[in-house]
């Protein structure tokens, strides 16, 4: 399978950024890997990593529920309103540790690739690869 272009990790915890980063890397399925610490960063840094319209780049968000000052659900909801053009090839992933049922039926109403229990792991991420980039 190639390597996606770029991944987007979205967590306000450093610790699971960089437990994340190890595996990501150790996996070898990007050339970039990003992070930022919530919603809105991640907006930005989405924006400023954005490749030209004529040539898209597969890329994976995997985006936190809880955080500060944007959380996951408020980000998708910001990035629904991006142009089209900027959300091609954009594949998010919601992580969270919580699976309560208002929190589940919260994501299953979003425009999203789907939601996974943290931790992050090989498994995991070699289902989400098969699924959505293969």
């Known amino acids: ?37 919530n919603g809105q960063e991640a907006l930005a840094v989405l924006q400023a990593h954005a490749p030209p319209a004529a040539r898209p780049e597969p890329t994976l968000v995997l985006l936190d529920v809880k955080m500060p ?10 990035y629904s309103q991006l142009p089209a053009a900027e959300r091609q090839d954009v594949v998010i992933v919601m992580l969270t540790t919580s699976l309560h049922p208002q929190d589940v039926e919260r994501m299953q109403q979003l425009d999203i690739a789907g939601f996974l229990n943290k931790p992050l792991t090989q498994e995991k991420v070699d289902d989400i690869l098969q699924q959505h980039f293969a």
Do not use: W
């Open 1 to 37: 399978m190639p390597k996606l272009a770029r991944i987007l990790l979205v967590d306000d915890d450093h610790t699971t950024n960089y437990l994340n980063q190890l595996l990501l890397r150790r996996l070898d399925v990007a050339d970039r890997l990003l992070v930022a610490q």
């Open 69 to 78: 000052v944007m959380d996951g659900f408020e980000f998708v909801q910001a």
